[in-house]
């Protein structure tokens, strides 16, 4: 099968060149960029030389790119908004998109407003994009040809949190979390924030007390629950590349019922291939998941509160965003779930 990868010189997009350049079942084809169009990979991407060949970047043009007969699937790995004047004619053109960006994320026009202030560039093609991550969803989105990624932050959130959802062993109400993020969460851009002197040895909050992933992360646990969830939602900037680290404080409904959390886990994930579950008492660390399409899992119980306290870690280039987005193409077209990916 032939793969275009759309923004390929962002950081989400040159991880999606190392996973599809190595893939066993995909020919990488094409990478699109506008500042390195015309530039062999090898050359911009020294890192990868080994795996690109002679393949070079070409403009990144929506209608030349939807009018390509030879190009089967389309990762978009482009910022909100801009993704949507992609996807859209190549969707109407009848290929396979996986999109990266936010644009496809929400069941709302109003909440997309609200949330990334802007009208929602394509909410004509809402409905036809499932949000999928993999574990979690039955098979039904297989079908579709405009996939929705989802979000780095909510990927750490839902793994753990939405079996206990649909087993009714967290109180919905009042879940408190807490994650931080690797700089490379922020892409590729160039701000003060982000720049090496800034964030050596020094962490802060960003984003609160409304992040735009918080309306991605409250409709998902919502859709698990059942009920309406107040989620208190705190990112932060960590000073390291790459890796999420996220703290979840939820009520437990039944004292003692940490066994229960780790058998639901168990019967979600035991055969999942890209879900560890660590023994409680044993935190995650992002150390462990840079580079892999892992999330590593783990809880303990606070008899003092009553809360359990519950953490996740995955690569938020890899689980958070371009392994994620392999993954589903893996699954989608019947390759091994784990292809390019181990
Ligand atoms: N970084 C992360 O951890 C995660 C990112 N994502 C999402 O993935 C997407 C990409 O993120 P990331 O890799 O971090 O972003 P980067 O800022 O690193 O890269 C953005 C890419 O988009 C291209 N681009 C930007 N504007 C335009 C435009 N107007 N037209 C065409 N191409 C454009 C850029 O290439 P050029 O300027 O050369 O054309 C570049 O290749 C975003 O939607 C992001 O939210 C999702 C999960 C995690
Ligand atoms: C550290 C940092 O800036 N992180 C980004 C989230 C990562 C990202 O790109 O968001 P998506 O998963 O929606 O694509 C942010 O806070 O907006």
């Excluded at 839902?158 to 408190?176: H, R």
Aim: hydrophobic share 40%.
């Amino acid at each position: 099968m032939n793969a275009a990868i759309i923004g390929a010189s962002g950081y989400s997009g040159e991880e999606l060149v190392r996973l599809l350049s190595r893939h066993p079942d995909v020919k990488l084809t094409a990478v699109t960029s506008r500042s390195l169009a015309g530039k062999l990979v090898g050359d911009q991407m020294p890192a990868l030389r080994h795996l690109v060949g002679d393949l070079s970047f070409t403009a990144s043009n929506p209608a030349e790119l939807a009018a390509s007969t030879e190009i089967d699937i389309f990762f978009l790995a482009l910022p909100h908004g801009v993704a949507s004047e992609f996807a859209d004619p190549l969707y109407q053109a009848g290929k396979t998109v996986i999109d990266l960006s936010a644009d496809f994320r929400l069941g709302s026009t109003r909440v997309y407003e609200d949330y990334y202030g802007q009208a929602h560039p394509a909410p004509h093609l809402l409905e036809a994009a499932p949000y999928v991550i993999p574990e979690l969803a039955d098979d039904k989105w297989k079908s579709a040809s405009l996939i929705a990624c989802p979000g780095c932050y909510p990927t750490s959130i839902q793994l753990p949190l939405v079996p206990l959802l649909k087993a009714g062993l967290i109180d919905p109400k009042g879940i408190v979390i807490n994650s931080y993020s690797g700089v490379s969460g922020a892409g590729r851009k160039v701000a003060e924030d982000f720049i090496y002197c800034e964030r050596n040895e020094s962490m802060k909050g960003y984003g609160m007390p409304k992040h735009r992933h918080l309306s991605e992360i409250e409709e998902q646990l919502e859709k698990a629950a059942f009920a309406d969830c107040i989620v208190q939602f705190n990112p932060h900037l960590a000073p390291m590349s790459r890796g999420i680290s996220t703290t979840i404080v939820a009520k437990a409904k039944l004292k003692d019922s940490l066994n229960s959390v780790y058998d639901t886990w168990e019967k979600a994930y035991g055969s999942k291939p890209f879900v560890s579950i660590l023994p409680t008492g044993t935190f995650p660390d992002t150390k462990h998941v840079t580079g892999t399409n892992r999330a590593d899992i783990s809880a303990v119980y606070d008899p003092r509160t009553g809360n359990f306290i519950i953490n996740s870690v995955i690569d938020n280039l890899i689980k958070g965003a371009s392994g994620q987005a392999v993954q589903l193409m893996n699954l989608k077209f019947g390759f091994e779930e784990t292809a390019g990916l181990l």
